[in-house]
């Protein structure tokens, strides 16, 4: 993943999570969140894993390591997403993937709190314009329900995902800046976060019985290979480049691509307020994420930085 360019990292996770969304509609009907959670990463930890032993890439061995690869795991690659899997249950995929413009702020907020990562006031103005559009995607769905329950669980579930994410995320952040091998730590985290679902689920009493339809098992393949292990690679490749707060940039995309999925597939039919809140997400992230051009370099001082440089290359 080192290779690819950053934009081509941010392409990779946009492009394939705008229809993992909707792959995951497929998911959902069969069996429990907790258990198809569980399956889909337990599968995926177990290739990365294996890859590495094969390659005999080693594995972190000290116990705080684990520790912090299951914080990573449990709330990135598990309850985070049993949340989207239940979420999806009451509110189409593309409102769902909508509520993660959030990700920016809530991320970008907490390594302020946690690494001292200096937040600015248009960074937060951004992400609560982009709250105010996920208000008002959302608004539409409550007043036409006929039963708002539904509508607001679904709410509150893809809130719930943004927030697990979010810690997870920078959990991830901190394991990388530590230097734990990137591949087992994802491998390691993915299958952390599949023991805690499937734990969840053997404690609810859910049966562990695998559906049969050939639909379930071609999403599963989908999700495990390109939406859990190759988008991931890129997604922690590219935060660990340019930091947490702004790889959320990539909830800017997203939504709009799995808005267009659910219109197409699941029969969503979008109101103006739909569209005016997405492309008030999008502005918001988008100001969020904006970057302040650097002051122009002195002559002068660019001609010392360059001896500078010279002069440390003879020396090594």
């Known amino acids: ?173 901190r394991n990388l800046s530590r230097g734990v091998s990137f591949w087992p730590a994802l491998g390691l985290g993915m299958l952390y976060g599949a023991v805690a679902c499937l734990l969840i689920a053997l404690l609810r009493g859910q049966p562990f019985d695998l559906p049969r339809a050939a639909s379930w098992w071609i999403t599963l393949t989908y999700l495990v290979l390109a939406g859990s292990i190759l988008t991931f690679a890129c997604f922690l490749t590219l935060q660990d480049r340019i930091g947490p707060g702004p790889t959320g940039s990539i909830g800017v995309m997203t939504p709009l691509l799995a808005l267009l999925v659910s219109i197409a597939f699941e029969n969503f039919v979008p109101t103006a307020l739909t569209l005016g809140g997405a492309a008030l997400a999008v502005v918001g992230n988008a100001l969020m994420l904006r970057r302040i051009a650097p002051p122009a370099t002195p002559p002068q001082t660019a001609k010392r930085g360059v001896a500078a440089s010279a002069r440390r290359r003879r020396a090594d």
């Open 1 to 173: 993943m080192q290779r690819l360019k950053s934009w081509q990292l941010f392409a990779v996770c946009v492009l394939t999570w705008a229809t993992t969304w909707h792959a995951v509609t497929y998911q959902i009907a069969p069996i429990s969140p907790e258990l198809g959670v569980g399956v889909r990463f337990g599968l995926a930890g177990l290739l990365v894993v294996g890859a590495c032993l094969w390659r005999g890439i080693r594995l972190p061995s000290a116990l705080r390591d684990h520790a912090m690869l299951a914080l990573q795991g449990v709330f990135l690659y598990g309850v985070s997403y049993v949340c989207v899997y239940y979420a999806e249950r009451y509110v189409p995929s593309g409102l769902v993937a909508v509520g993660y413009s959030a990700s920016p702020l809530i991320t970008g907020l907490g390594a302020s709190l946690l690494f001292g990562i200096r937040v600015g006031r248009r960074f937060v103005a951004g992400g609560l314009l982009g709250l105010a559009g996920v208000a008002l995607i959302f608004w539409p769905e409550f007043a036409k329900a006929t039963n708002g329950r539904h509508v607001g669980l679904g709410a509150a579930f893809t809130v719930g995902s943004v927030l697990l994410s979010a810690i997870g995320s920078l959990a991830a952040s």
